[in-house]
C-alpha cells in the first residue's frame, strides 16, 4: 500500500518516543490474571508445599498482599494424617506468604520462628495475629495474643521489610476499659484514612466486644478501648472488621472453642459506634459459616468493583471438622446487609475487584455433615422425615473425610429420609454424587433427586456395601432453579446406611 512520507515520519517518530519510553521507565506491570479458590482442601503455596496459616492477616504493600498467619505443630500433623483430631497447639512459626492475585500464593520464610525453650518464642500460647505498616516509623508491627516468657497479653514484633524477621519488642499486659485487661480474640483493622485498631473481646467470657485504635507513632500501643457491643447469648470470639461503602462491620463467632459457628454481625457509620443490634450474617446458618470460624476479612479494590472476602478459619486439626485450614468465600450485599457466600470454588479477579461462582462448585451446603460439634438428628442445612417416634437420622463418626457422616439406622423398622433443598441453582444439566456404606437387606435405600423441573431420579443403595462406594446420578437437568437431593429408605430393623461427602455440580 502507498503511504506519503509525511505519515511514514510521524508514524517513525511514535515508535520512537514508545522505544525511548520503554527504556526509560521499564514495562508496564503485568495485570494479575483471575485465578480459582477451591475450598475444602489442604491448599498448597507455588512451590508445592502445604501452606500452614491461621488466625491471622493479610496486608497491602503496592501491588502485593502479604499473608501472615501461625503455623501450628498439630496442623502438620493433621495434614500428613487427617484421621481425627488432635489438640496440639504447639507453636511452630509465624509464615509469610505473597501474592498478587489472592490465589497463588509463594511462601517468603518464617517471620518469626519457634525458640529453645525458655526463650522469648517458646510461647505456651500464640495466635490471633496481625501485621499493619506505621508510615511514621516505616516499620512493620507484628501484633498477637501471647503467653510466655515474656508475660501474658499483646506481643509487639517490629520488621523494617514486609517479609521479617519480626524483632520481638514488648508485651503489652493491659488495656484500659476493658473487662478482665486483655483480649479473648481480636484482629487487626487498618481504616481508609491510615489510623490502625485492634478489634478484640474480652478474656474469660468474651461476651463484650471493643475497638482500641493503636498509638498513632508507632503502633506499639493499644489505646484505651471502646466498648461498641455486649452480648446476652454467649460469648463471642473470632471478633473481625471490615468496611464497605462507608460502613464498618464486627462480624464473631459462637464461643466454641475453634470450631464451625454462625457468623453474627454489628455494623455502625462510626467506627467506635454506636452499632447496630446483633443478627446473624444471611446464609451462614446453612452450613455454619461454611463449616469455619470468622478468622478476617479481606478488602479486594479492583478497577471494577469492590470484594470482601470473608476468610474463616476452619480449625480442622483441633475440632476434626474437615479438609483444609482457610476456607475463603464472597460475600454479597442487600442493601447493608452482608450475605455469605458458601462456596466451594469461584472465580476471583482481584485486579478487577470482582468474583464469580467457578465451574465445579458444590452446591450442597454441609456436605460432608462436619458442621455440627456433637451428635445430633437433625443436621445443619438438612431436614429430616421419619414414620416413628425415634429419628432413624443422625450424625455418626467416623466420616469418609473429616469427623462424621450421616447414618440411617433403627432396631425397629422404619421408613425415613433426609433431604435437602437446594436454591440458586444456575439453569442447566448437573450431577448428583454421594458416597454410601451400606449393610443392605433394605426394602427400599435409594440416592435421589427430584424437583428440579424433571421426573425423579434416583439411584438404588440397599445392596451391602462394606467400603465406600461413590453413588451417581448424571443429567439432572435443572428448569426450575433449584433442587431436592436426599436419602430415602423403607428398612427392617437393625438395617443401617451411611452417607458422606456428597456434590452438585454444574455440568
Not at 516468657?149 to 519480626?166: I, L, N, Q
Not at 471490615?242 to 466454641?256: E, M, Q, T, V
Not at 440458586?424 to 456404606?437: C, I, Q, R, S
Request: with cysteine.
Amino acid at each position: 500500500m502507498y503511504m506519503k512520507k509525511g505519515r511514514l515520519f510521524i508514524m517513525f517518530q511514535w515508535a520512537l518516543v514508545v522505544l525511548v519510553t520503554a527504556f526509560a521507565f521499564g514495562p508496564l506491570p503485568a495485570k494479575a490474571a483471575a485465578g480459582t479458590i477451591t475450598n475444602d482442601v489442604f491448599w498448597k503455596d507455588t512451590a508445592g508445599n502445604p501452606i500452614y496459616s491461621q488466625g491471622g492477616n493479610i496486608l497491602k504493600v503496592g501491588n502485593t498482599y502479604y499473608w501472615y498467619g501461625v503455623k501450628y505443630n498439630g496442623a502438620v500433623t493433621y495434614y500428613n494424617n487427617p484421621s481425627g483430631k488432635n489438640s496440639d497447639t504447639g507453636f511452630a512459626a509465624v509464615t509469610c506468604y505473597s501474592s498478587t492475585d489472592l490465589v497463588n500464593w509463594t511462601f517468603r520464610g518464617n517471620v518469626i520462628t519457634a525458640g529453645a525453650e525458655g526463650t522469648t518464642w517458646d510461647p505456651d500460647w500464640l495466635g490471633r495475629l496481625g501485621v499493619v505498616y506505621n508510615t511514621n516509623t516505616q516499620k512493620y508491627v507484628l501484633i498477637t495474643q501471647y503467653a510466655g516468657p515474656e508475660g501474658s497479653g499483646v506481643a509487639f514484633a517490629t520488621s523494617s521489610t514486609p517479609t521479617g524477621t519480626f524483632a520481638f519488642h514488648h508485651v503489652q499486659t493491659s488495656i484500659t476499659n476493658v473487662v478482665n485487661n486483655l483480649p479473648g480474640d481480636q484482629s487487626t483493622f487498618v481504616d481508609d484514612n491510615g489510623k490502625a485498631y485492634l478489634v478484640f473481646s474480652n478474656a474469660n467470657g468474651r461476651s463484650r466486644t471493643y475497638v482500641s485504635e493503636l498509638r498513632a507513632s508507632d503502633y506499639l500501643n493499644i489505646e484505651p478501648a471502646t466498648q461498641v457491643f455486649q452480648s446476652t447469648s454467649g460469648g463471642r470470639e473470632g471478633n473481625a472488621m471490615f468496611k464497605y461503602n462507608g460502613r464498618y462491620y464486627i462480624a464473631s463467632s459462637d464461643l466454641h472453642g475453634w470450631n464451625a459457628s454462625h457468623a453474627y454481625v454489628i455494623s455502625s457509620t462510626s467506627i467506635t459506634g454506636p452499632y447496630s443490634a446483633e443478627s446473624i450474617m444471611t446464609n451462614s446458618e446453612k452450613d455454619y459459616s461454611h463449616v469455619s470460624q470468622t478468622g478476617f476479612f479481606i478488602h479486594v479494590q479492583g478497577s471494577a468493583g469492590t470484594t470482601i472476602l470473608f476468610a474463616g478459619d476452619r480449625w480442622s486439626d483441633f475440632a476434626g471438622n474437615g479438609l483444609g485450614y482457610n476456607q475463603w468465600m464472597p460475600l454479597s450485599f442487600n442493601g447493608t446487609e452482608p450475605v455469605l457466600n458458601s462456596l466451594s470454588k469461584f472465580n476471583l479477579d482481584a485486579a478487577a475487584g470482582t468474583w464469580s461462582v467457578a465451574a465445579g462448585n458444590n452446591y450442597i451446603m454441609n456436605p460432608s455433615y462436619e458442621a455440627d460439634r456433637i451428635t445430633l438428628n437433625t443436621l445443619t442445612g438438612w431436614s429430616n422425615w421419619k414414620n416413628t417416634t425415634a429419628d432413624p437420622n443422625s450424625n455418626i463418626s467416623p466420616g469418609r473425610t473429616g469427623r462424621y457422616s450421616m447414618t440411617q439406622y433403627s432396631d425397629t423398622a422404619y421408613s425415613a429420609s433426609m433431604y435437602q433443598n437446594v436454591s440458586g441453582l444456575p439453569n442447566g444439566t448437573y450431577t448428583l454424587k454421594a458416597w454410601v456404606k451400606s449393610g443392605g437387606g433394605q426394602q427400599v435405600a435409594q440416592i435421589f433427586v427430584k424437583n428440579y423441573g424433571g421426573s425423579e431420579k434416583n439411584a438404588a443403595v440397599n445392596s451391602v456395601m462394606n467400603n465406600w462406594t461413590e453413588i451417581t446420578i448424571p443429567n439432572i437437568a435443572v428448569t426450575s432453579g433449584s433442587a431436592q437431593i436426599g436419602i430415602y429408605s423403607v428398612a427392617n430393623a437393625g438395617n443401617w446406611l451411611r452417607v458422606d461427602d456428597w456434590s452438585l455440580t454444574k455440568n
